[in-house]
């Protein structure tokens, strides 16, 4: 439980360093908007909850998908297929400056090296 503790504190201050960063910020507003749009798509398309359209929205960002939904409709495979192409290079990206966070340490920049 300890572990899981260290753990979770570095994320949150990985995320928090992370929040400074103006790419950062405009990489969550638009994974946010993604999920957003995803989950209403899904609702109104396909016919999903609102929680199993953003389960199934974060799944596919960040893919690890799931096999127990497939979009039946035309429509719901086309906008499929774009929102696996523009979300998981965006969600990709969030987590590239989230893990820069978690491992750019105090000392690195006190020693001036760039973040």
């Known amino acids: 439980m300890v572990s899981f503790a260290v753990t979770l504190l570095r994320l949150l201050q990985g995320i928090a360093r992370s929040f400074r960063n103006k790419d ?9 908007l993604l999920l957003f749009s995803g989950t209403m798509f899904y609702r109104s398309e396909e016919g999903l ?3 199993d359209a953003l389960y199934f929205c974060v799944s ?6 799931d096999s127990g939904f497939r979009p039946a409709t035309t429509l719901g495979k086309i906008f499929t297929i774009l929102y696996i192409v523009v979300g998981t290079g965006a969600f990709l990206g969030l987590m590239f400056y989230i893990a820069r966070g978690v491992l750019n340490r105090k000392d690195d920049r006190e020693r001036g090296e760039k973040p």
Do not use: E, R
Not at 24 to 32: A, G, R, S, T, W
Not at 60 to 65: A, E, F, K, M, R
């Open 24 to 32: 950062f910020q405009v990489l969550l507003v638009i994974i946010l």
């Open 60 to 65: 596919t960002l960040s893919t690890v998908g």
């Open 49 to 51: 909850s609102t929680i």
